[in-house]
């Protein structure tokens, strides 16, 4: 399975930006993987923000709560990430990702397929 992230660029604090996370490959597996959205800052370890079961069942990281939401189209194999409110705290490479296990974790380790990264940067 290949991820392939796109979406993110540089607003201003308050600004949204919808990230979106497509998947290549084995495509019928994705419909069964745990997925979800992780962000590293420079200097920082990678952090999980958000993510969903196969049955779509849904966890965030309490910074982005109310703020960010995370959804799954099965039918095109694409993962998104709708972020309202940014702050400039926000700013990161975000990453997909996506697991053999139906259930998401919010630790890096537990996720087997990665994509490539897409910055979002959030002025003040």
């Known amino acids: 399975v290949q991820l392939v992230e796109s979406g993110g660029g540089s607003v201003q604090a308050g600004g949204s930006l919808r990230l979106s996370c497509a998947a290549f490959?084995?495509?019928?597996?994705?419909?069964?993987?745990?997925m979800g959205w992780f962000r590293q800052a420079p200097g920082k370890e990678r952090e999980g923000v958000a993510t969903i079961n196969s049955d779509g069942v849904t966890k965030y990281a309490d910074s982005v709560k109310g703020r960010f939401t995370i959804s799954k189209d099965n039918a095109k194999t694409i993962l998104y990430l709708q972020m309202n409110g940014l702050k400039p705290e926000d700013t990161a490479m975000y990453y997909c990702a996506a697991s053999h296990l139906t259930i998401a974790t919010m630790s890096p380790t537990g996720y087997n397929y990665w994509g490539q990264g897409t910055q979002v940067t959030v002025s003040s």
């Open positions: 490959g084995y495509t019928y597996s994705t419909y069964y993987m745990g």
